[in-house]
């Protein structure tokens, strides 16, 4: 038997030596990385064909100035609602004895089985006289907590607590231990949900256009249905760009550089619980069915009211099952168009990880951040002018998914991908396989199941989205989002009940998926 080296017995974790990346996956995964940046320089032309005077007079008038600070009151005061509410239901639900903490992390969850724009339906059906700015934060904070409490919990389930201990045998109080070192821990957690917040607060409208409230993406939609594809439009929709990109500055920059993981694994420890007594049971149970009953409650109830009053007839609607039907091959079609246009991205981010790839994954990164009205307004105005015979077609509505939704399916591709041994790659190719076929039909059957995560995840945004179906879908296409706002906007609350409940019902696999991966990443 020969004998083996420690290299040997290494596994390779690249391709064999003089094997480059084939050019046709390049030349796809700089195709997609040019489309994704067509929003952004959607944006830049249209600040230089405009001129300085014509930037000067639409965006330096009082009409912006009032949108821009809407905005910033609803993302100042919704942000730190939703970081306290997130946080202090992940530390009841994972370090505390609250009896069914389990099952009251589950229903933490659940509020993000329904869409921003049902919620603000459900409450201003109770509450007619919800409007304005008190009313945009308080939806806002019950639709988008989640994103907060999510990664908070996940991180708490595995968070070292030998530091806990040391701070505690030095005589810090229990209460002085929390802020000192596990709320400094969590700082990553709450950035991230944070910003995730930030950026549907800037990119909601359906909400926001019910109650009254006028925002950036309100008023870029009133302008293009006034105008057409008016500068107005386009001035606001560059503001608006502008406010996601700083957003996503601030957070790069205020992220830090300090380790949140110790060096050596050390043993596994079960997290400690803080014991509530009597008072602390009470008082915790009664916060989160409040709480509860605010984001689930209150939409489940109105929806189940609208549902009695309309009772089968409502359910005899024909536009509803046209509605699902199309829905659902919108959402498969863009679903599965979205995933195979990520493989060539995450297989070269994977394999080749080289500053090049990098950058050219970033871009899908920069153009999923900025909201869906200022994608469908390139889109319009890039089809208008070079593409004609492409405008308001299933075309230029499945490219505007690719673009928006991409990142939800490269990020699950490129953990599946890293999963996939390339040795069984090269083993392939040895045998005579081309580069694509040992791609295709090794590595792709090993990462099926995050291809099939992604493409999940993809689905169910394409099925709730609104802004981007409402300005590029063919004339007689209409989704179940556009179905509902449509009745909506009449104020045929009883037949856009159905539609409603169909989206939650539909959106619920998500809720459950997002729930068992955090779940996952705790190692439970």
Sequence with gaps: MSNLSIRDLAPARLPSAGQRPTLPLIWLALLLALLALLPLAFVISVALDSGWETIKTLVFRPRVGELLLNTTLLVVFTLPLCVVTGVMLAWLTERTSLRG??????????????????????????????????????????????????PVAAVLRRLDCGLEDVAASLGTPPLAIFFRVVLPQLRLAIWGGALLVALHLLAEYGLYAMIRFDTFTTAIFDQFQSTFNGPAANMLAGVLALCCLALLLLETSTRGKARYARVGSGSARQQQCWQLAWPGQFGGQLLLLTLLALALGVPLITLGRWIWLGGTASWANADLWLSLQ??????????LLTTVCAIPMAWLSVRYPGRLYRLLESCNYITSSLPGIVVALALVTITIRVARPLYQTEITLLLAYVLMFMPRALINLRAGIAQAPVELENAARSLGKTPLQALWHTTMRLAAPGAAAGAALVFLAITNELTATLLLSPNGTRTLATGFWALTSEIDYVAAA?????????????????YSQSKRTAGL
């Design 326 to 335: 199309q829905t659902l091959i919108l959402a498969g079609g863009g679903a």
């Design 101 to 150: 903490r389990r099952v009251w992390s589950l229903l933490c969850t659940a509020p993000l089985a329904i869409p921003a724009f049902v919620q603000s339906y459900a409450w201003v059906s109770a509450v007619p006289s919800l409007h304005g700015t008190g009313a945009g934060i308080f939806i806002s904070t019950l639709a988008y907590y989640p994103f907060i409490y999510l």
């Design 498 to 514: 159905p539609f409603a409940l169909m989206m939650v019902l539909l959106s619920l696999p998500l809720t459950w998926l997002l």
